[in-house]
């Protein structure tokens, strides 16, 4: 009977394992096996136990021989081998339920509302923190943070020497600035000027917005080798997201009004964008001659985005020294190197 009721709970107890752990390796029907039943067979199984058992008094046992008593004895010990065996796989099958009944109760994770930030933030556990020079300048910008690998692995990176350009007809830029409120903002890595719709600029049939422009000390590209004292760097963005940063390169000279009027409402704190109740006309910050160099680049911070199509000033712009002096006492270096050529098309106005 216990050997019977054992092959039958074994058996079954088979089925179970092997339906929650299908990666289980088939030892169990092994053991069925060694009881005389055909391997995963529990309709045989169930034959054998509904057939009629007689009762113990009726059974008339034999004395046993010395061979048998060593059969009985291999018997048991192999009933009980198979005992401990099932205990095992209960113990597991029961640890498995527990799991599965505790990952049932345990609350989903609410999926958040995605937040779409203003300005590219990087969403990550990694550090943010990049300069100029030092530590965190701009030969590790790209390991500082995975997500500005292009900063080293780009092969189209910003500011680069501008020269050799090919000299073609090159359609003037569609320029449609007027008076619009504006921010100042102290982010840290320069001064940055945000502003309010309207002014856009059209080029190659695609129109982009003047989003903002911010400040570099010395020029950051140069123009067949020569540096400029500052740049200015006025980033548009189309409908699809793509960016176009028109440089006008800066030289010591006239104050400019524009400028001043930005330079009045420097905020106090960094970070802090401090809004003006004035207006600026952007006109004012591109030189009279609108002729241009044009590549393809990238941004030329973190992260270093490439597909920018860069439109570069000729003729510079002027500030007074005293213009120039006071963004020097915030930022007196907030250039990145001049980066690899290699092989771009660069094309210039005639
Ligand atoms: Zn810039």
């Not at 058996?11 to 752990?21: I, S």
């Not at 995963?40 to 009762?55: F, L, M, T, Y």
């Not at 009933?79 to 049932?104: D, F, P, T, W």
């Not at 923190?129 to 292009?150: C, F, K, T, V």
């Amino acid at each position: 009977m216990r050997a019977v009721s054992l092959l039958l709970g074994s058996l079954l107890f088979v089925g179970l394992v092997h339906a929650a752990e299908p990666a289980e390796p088939a030892t169990k029907p092994a053991a069925a096996s060694d009881h005389g039943a055909k391997p995963g067979s529990v309709a045989a199984a169930i034959k054998e136990v509904n057939q009629p058992v007689k009762p113990p008094s009726v059974i008339k046992e034999p004395p046993m021989s010395g061979a048998e008593r060593t059969l009985a004895r291999d018997a048991a010990q192999r009933e009980e081998e198979l005992g401990v065996r099932l205990k095992a796989s209960l113990a597991r099958l029961e640890k498995a339920n527990i799991a599965a009944r505790q990952a049932a109760q345990r609350p989903r994770a609410v999926p958040r509302p995605r937040v779409v930030p203003a300005e590219p933030v990087v969403m990550m556990p990694h550090a943010t923190h990049w300069d100029y020079e030092g530590e965190n300048g701009p030969l590790q910008w790209g390991r500082i943070n995975p997500a500005w690998s292009q900063c080293e692995s780009g092969k189209r990176q910003s500011p680069i020497d501008i020269r050799d350009g090919i000299r073609v007809d090159l359609e003037p830029i569609g320029i449609d600035y007027k008076p619009a409120r504006f921010s100042v903002l102290d982010n840290g890595h320069t001064i940055q000027v945000n502003l309010g719709a309207g002014n856009t600029i059209t080029v190659g049939g695609k129109m982009y917005e003047l989003v903002q422009f911010h400040f570099h000390r010395p020029s950051e590209e140069r123009i067949n080798g020569r540096s400029f004292s500052m740049v200015v760097h006025l980033v548009h963005k189309n409908a699809d997201g793509k960016l176009a940063v028109i440089a006008a390169m800066i030289t010591d000279g006239a104050a400019s009004p524009l400028v001043q009027t930005i330079w009045n409402n420097l905020p106090l704190e960094k970070n802090e964008a401090t809004s003006s109740s004035m207006t600026i006309d952007m006109n004012q910050m591109l030189p009279v001659q609108r002729e241009y160099y044009t590549y393809m680049g990238s941004l030329t911070s973190p992260p270093c985005v490439e597909g920018v199509l860069w439109l570069v000033m000729k003729e510079p712009i002027q500030l007074s020294a005293q213009q120039m002096a006071i963004f020097a006492r915030l930022y007196p270096m907030n250039a990145r190197p001049i980066q690899p050529g290699s092989g771009r098309l660069i094309k210039e106005s005639n």
